[in-house]
């Protein structure tokens, strides 16, 4: 097999003179505009990054088609397969929980790199056409870290098109990707091949387990439910009612399973959530909001934003005085602040008095890399509506 880390097989690429600053902040992303001119084989996995005196001062990830031309791994330290095989180890170790995001990308120092676990199956996301070609590295470390039952590629991620690799699926192992796991002493079923991005949403586990704390005695609306997972904590938790909101049929069916399964009761409705708040005449003690990413990029952080308010404001109305709320933005583009104004308009449209009980964000098998703080999506306040 072709050693992609040998010398003849990586690509060179020379920085742009004046363009020192890109490398001084360790930024991992470093974009075409920063590069002089680059040799070597188009396919390369792997390049290394020279500046003015032929220094090396970068290598990383190579992608001869995304913008994002070099994701750097280190900077002026030689990049080896033991290297990568160290970084994934030391991501792996940290996570103890049954379903953990094993490795998170720019976070764990691994650009373009996703692993969740379910129990017995691994989830992989790669983002990057030089990580794709290192496929079987992934899997041999993987393999012998984690011994998984299969490792799933989830191939559906849009940046995959720019990529250019295939959005099929692909299966490494045996039997079917659907399994069960629990978190917090709950069971769920996750279907990565059928459900949304790897299946389950890691990140919000501790929001998850705040829900259970909340919840006692609560009349609960779970807008947004994907499988339910938010209400399910809450049913735990002793709420007096949880009714789950969701576009898909499929995430619906799949969360009455998850409430059976607990031996918990809910109620389900596939909907719009954007009508169901402005039509429901019902009032709830607890209302759980947490929306898909609107803003896809920069561009749409206007629109965004109005869909943020809109679907606040309503639930806001919805909420008895007294009653609680979580609200969430998982969109990279809006930052807390501009979340946060966000919130305040839709209180103030929708005549009510709240306050933040707290900020709320992604659990910590998402970490941020402070060198790449894009990695950061998630956010959210817990609120209490007083009157
Ligand atoms: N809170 C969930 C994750 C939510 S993901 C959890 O903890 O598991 C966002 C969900 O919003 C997805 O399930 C998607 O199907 C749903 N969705 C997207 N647009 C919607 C809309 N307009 N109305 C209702 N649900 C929508």
Sequence with gaps: ??????????????????????????HPWIFAGAIANESGPADAAIADLFDARGERIASGLYSQHSQIRLRALTFGEELTEALIRNRM??????RLTPGARLINADGDNLSAL??????????????????????????DTLRELLAPRLIYFKNDLPVRRTEQLPAENEAIGEGSPSTTFEENGLKFEVDPAGG????????????????????RGRRMLNLFSYTGAFGVFAAAGGASSVDNVDISAPAI?????H???NGLKASFQVADAFQFVRQSRDRYDF?????????????????????????NLFSLKLVQAGGVMMTFSCSGHMSLDLFQKVIF?????????VSIVRRLTAAPDHPVSLYCPEGEYLKGFLLEVRE
Aim: aromatic letters at 6%; one cysteine or more.
């Design 287 to 311: 209302v759980v909001c947490d929306p898909p990413a609107f803003a896809k990029n920069r561009g749409d952080v206007d629109r965004a934003a109005r869909g943020y308010k809109d679907v």
């Design 253 to 257: 069916e799949q969360a009455k399973r």
């Design 114 to 139: 996703v692993v969740d676990r379910y129990n017995d199956v691994l989830v992989v996301e790669i983002a990057n056409a030089g990580l794709e070609r290192l496929k079987p590295l992934v899997i």
């Design 1 to 26: 097999m072709t050693d992609l880390f040998a010398p003849e097989n990586r690509r060179r690429l020379s920085l742009k003179p004046g363009k020192e600053r890109v490398i001084a902040n360790r």
């Design 259 to 261: 409430y059976e399964i």
């Design 89 to 94: 180890q030391q991501a792996v170790k940290m």
């Design 345 to 353: 308009a839709a209180a103030l449209d929708a005549g009510r008095r």
């Design 196 to 215: 949304q991005k790897t299946g389950f949403f890691l990140d919000q586990r501790e929001n998850r387990a705040m829900a259970r704390e909340l919840a």
